[in-house]
């Protein structure tokens, strides 16, 4: 298969390109920048610019898009940065659709996140909760999505895939997660009874792959282990997979002090269940937090 990627040079991105180059694909990954990369073979840079709606036309036919695109969450979410998060996403998705217009590939996986669903202490999260925008987060997954699924009207099989907390050894959540503990001072994050929804990068990727492959899913898909779990739990976990304590509590004044509204992604949070993904036979690797952090640590030391 031919597939092309927006946002490939990111954590997500670079796994997908690995795997997907294994499998014996051939990718195309679609930077702002021009590059003098040569990777292997079988991986062509190609230079796009979202906010002109531009990408090359003299591409070959794609099988498969996949949409990563858009401004880093992890910055301090001042008035002016959280403008550059949405209007980032939906520009891309914007340049993407328009793109299909006249090179429908047979599907388009758009990344999504399960903040669409707001937060909950007590509510168990589906694909088939529909929850009205609450904060900032939902607003922007919301209008992320909706700008995706207007390439159903080129005929497109469209998944936006809700990504939870990816974790992995070369990035995502788990290094800032870890550091604390490898510097023993490791402990509960807040209440420690907020949820978290979280998922191990080869799940991710795997799953990614299967929605490709499997025309019977379309439209929203939880990308989350089958085993969220309270921040309390995760830090007891991560405590005893590094040999650390967990006594030294993070208030999360402290926390709101510091990142401002960024800390909701800490602070609040969601349990969410990847049913569409169980019902259509996807088997994860890693469902349970103790297994896949053991894994992703102990390749760490490796």
Same mark, same amino acid.
Do not use: C
């Given at each position: 298969?031919?597939?092309?990627?927006?946002?490939?040079?990111?954590?997500?991105?670079?796994?997908?390109?690995?795997?997907?180059?294994?499998?014996?694909?051939?990718?195309?990954?679609?930077?702002?920048?021009?590059?003098?990369?040569?990777?292997?073979?079988?991986?062509?840079?190609?230079?796009?610019?979202?906010?002109?709606?531009?990408?090359?036309?003299?591409?070959?036919?794609?099988?498969?898009?996949?949409?990563?695109?858009?401004?880093?969450?992890?910055?301090?979410?001042?008035?002016?940065?959280?403008?550059?998060?949405?209007?980032?996403?939906?520009?891309?998705?914007?340049?993407?659709?328009?793109?299909?217009?006249?090179?429908?590939?047979?599907?388009?996986?758009?990344?999504?996140?399960?903040?669409?669903?707001?937060?909950?202490?007590?509510?168990?999260?589906?694909?088939?909760?529909?929850?009205?925008?609450?904060?900032?987060?939902?607003?922007?997954?919301?209008?992320?999505?909706?700008?995706?699924?207007?390439?159903?009207?080129?005929?497109?099989?469209?998944?936006?895939?809700?990504?939870?907390?990816?974790?992995?050894?070369?990035?995502?959540?788990?290094?800032?997660?870890?550091?604390?503990?490898?510097?023993?001072?490791?402990?509960?994050?807040?209440?420690?009874?907020?949820?978290?929804?979280?998922?191990?990068?080869?799940?991710?990727?795997?799953?990614?792959?299967?929605?490709?492959?499997?025309?019977?899913?379309?439209?929203?898909?939880?990308?989350?282990? &089958?085993?969220? %779990?309270?921040?309390?739990? *995760? =830090?007891?976990?991560?405590?005893? @997979? $590094? /040999?650390?304590? +967990?006594?030294? #509590?993070? &208030?999360?004044? %402290?926390?709101?002090?510091? *990142? =401002?509204?960024?800390?909701?992604? @800490? $602070? /609040?949070?969601? +349990?969410?269940? #990847?049913?569409?993904?169980?019902?259509?036979?996807?088997?994860?690797?890693?469902?349970?937090?103790?297994?896949?952090?053991?894994?992703?640590?102990?390749?760490?030391?490796?």
């Amino acid at each position: 298969m031919k597939i092309g990627i927006t946002g490939g040079s990111g954590f997500i991105g670079q796994a997908l390109t690995r795997f997907f180059v294994s499998q014996g694909h051939e990718l195309f990954l679609f930077t702002r920048m021009k590059t003098s990369q040569s990777p292997q073979k079988e991986v062509t840079y190609v230079t796009w610019d979202p906010s002109r709606s531009f990408i090359p036309d003299h591409l070959p036919p794609m099988d498969v898009l996949i949409n990563l695109a858009g401004a880093t969450i992890n910055k301090r979410w001042t008035s002016t940065y959280k403008n550059e998060i949405l209007n980032s996403r939906i520009e891309a998705t914007k340049t993407v659709v328009n793109y299909i217009k006249t090179n429908p590939p047979e599907v388009l996986i758009n990344a999504s996140a399960i903040g669409y669903y707001g937060t909950s202490l007590t509510h168990v999260f589906t694909e088939e909760d529909f929850v009205a925008p609450t904060d900032f987060l939902s607003h922007v997954t919301r209008e992320w999505e909706a700008e995706a699924m207007n390439a159903t009207n080129y005929g497109v099989r469209v998944v936006p895939i809700r990504f939870g907390l990816v974790l992995g050894k070369e990035g995502g959540a788990l290094p800032r997660l870890a550091l604390p503990y490898k510097f023993f001072i490791g402990g509960k994050v807040g209440s420690g009874e907020q949820w978290v929804s979280w998922i191990h990068i080869q799940d991710l990727v795997e799953l990614i792959a299967f929605a490709i492959t499997n025309e019977s899913i379309e439209g929203s898909l939880n990308g989350t282990s &089958p085993a969220p %779990i309270q921040m309390k739990k *995760l =830090g007891q976990a991560l405590a005893h @997979v $590094l /040999k650390r304590p +967990n006594f030294f #509590p993070v &208030p999360g004044i %402290i926390l709101k002090s510091a *990142l =401002g509204e960024m800390s909701e992604l @800490v $602070l /609040k949070g969601q +349990n969410v269940l #990847p049913n569409k993904a169980l019902d259509n036979g996807f088997t994860f690797q890693f469902p349970e937090i103790h297994g896949a952090l053991t894994d992703l640590i102990a390749s760490t030391k490796t």
